[in-house]
């Protein structure tokens, strides 16, 4: 999942319980960095973003 910068595992966790009514076994968080890019001639670079990763147990499913 692609979450806010200021969200911390407790918080994902809480809202993956909320949302879906499941418990995830494990959340684990990647921070993603900005590339650079070129904007006219100039470098730049694009925002970069936090990712979660939540890890279900056993036999949970998740309908999307």
Do not use: C, S, W
């Not at 009514?21 to 921070?31: C, F, L, T």
């Amino acid at each position: 999942f692609k979450v806010e910068p200021e969200f911390n595992k407790i918080m994902i966790r809480q809202a993956v319980k909320k949302q879906y009514n499941v418990e995830p076994a494990k959340v684990r968080i990647i921070n993603i960095p900005g590339k650079m890019v070129f904007i006219r001639r100039r470098r730049a670079q694009k925002a970069g973003y936090k990712k979660a990763v939540v890890y279900l147990k056993k036999g949970d499913k998740i309908t999307i």
